[in-house]
């Protein structure tokens, strides 16, 4: 069935909301996975004693939280794609929990900023070790986007005694040829005095998220009403005849009588008379 009007728009809408989410969500579960199963980082998982950590607990995350994107992509792409009210109904229901997710998960990290800031730091000292001990390329590849992006250099900051300086940054002046940022030192604090941008991503993610819903209700409102709606032919003057109109009988003049109200050429009807036999009789 067709949608038109706010219908055709929010489907489209809807459409280029689960691209987007399909990509962020294949990266989130990729990353997640080549961390958990990748041969410089498997064995943490392995040691009961680091369960706990900020490493463990971000891969987690990011597998858990990735699979759950695939999963609405796969309801949120088959519903507005084939107009299934079911499957909009479930992406509903999925896309408004990971609405109230965000807007929670983002109140708790601005509160608790000091506390977040720490698990970061953590998080990076841990990629920091696997990479010196390992020296994945992919651990850093990672490395080398954190260290550009937040401009620091490893544990010590120091390029001349630093084991990752291949990682680095260019230094900016002559100073940071001896000594640049410290990564841990950095992570707190950009953490923490960028808070307020963070909680504004987690509310404008949350609110993207709001209107997703709301197009796949708007969406699910029109499938409703096409499907339960009679279809009718809507006849104008512009349209053609279905039939040709047939003339309306015109009725006998009054000066007809019996006698001559015969057609000469219409044969005369003959009625054959019922026997005995042709008559049905009624079983007692």
């Known amino acids: 069935m067709a949608v038109d009007g706010c219908g055709l728009v929010c489907k489209y ?11 962020v969500g294949t990266a989130f579960l990729g990353l997640g996975l080549w961390l958990r199963f990748s041969e410089g980082t498997r ?25 759950i994107m ?34 929670i998960i983002g109140g708790l990290a601005y509160s608790n900023r000091d506390t977040v800031g720490l698990r970061l730091g953590e998080f990076y000292t841990t990629l920091y070790t696997l990479y010196v001990n390992s020296q994945d390329p992919a651990i ?20 001349l005694v630093e084991l990752v300086k291949q990682t680095c940054p260019k230094p900016d002046g002559i ?7 410290n990564c841990p030192a950095t992570i707190i604090t950009v953490f923490d005095s ?22 796949s209700g708007v969406l699910s409102s029109q499938i409703r009403h096409a499907s339960s709606s009679p ?10 005849s279905l039939a040709a109109p047939q003339p309306y009988p015109q009725p006998y003049p009054q000066h007809v009588t019996a006698s001559n109200n015969s057609f000469p050429n219409q044969d005369p009807a003959v009625f054959t ?12």
């Open 13 to 23: 809408i809807l459409i280029l909301f689960n691209i987007i989410f399909a990509v």
């Open 43 to 67: 064995g943490i998982f392995d040691i009961d004693a680091l369960n706990s950590s900020a490493f463990v607990i971000g891969v987690t995350v990011l597998i858990i939280l990735g699979s």
């Open 70 to 103: 695939l999963i609405v992509v796969a309801f949120g792409d088959y519903g507005a794609c084939n107009e299934k009210k079911c499957a909009l109904q479930v992406f509903s229901i999925l896309v408004f929990f990971l609405a109230v997710a965000e807007f």
């Open 140 to 159: 850093g590849v990672t490395l080398t986007f954190i260290h550009n992006s937040l401009h620091c250099c490893g544990m010590t900051g120091v390029p």
């Open 175 to 181: 100073m940071e040829h001896l000594v640049m940022p």
């Open 194 to 215: 960028r808070a307020p941008l963070v909680l504004g991503i987690f509310v404008g993610t949350g609110a993207l998220l709001i209107v997703a819903l709301i197009c």
């Open 231 to 240: 279809q009718y032919i809507i006849l104008n003057s512009s349209t053609p």
């Open 273 to 284: 008379s019922l026997s005995v036999v042709n008559v049905p009789v009624a079983q007692a």
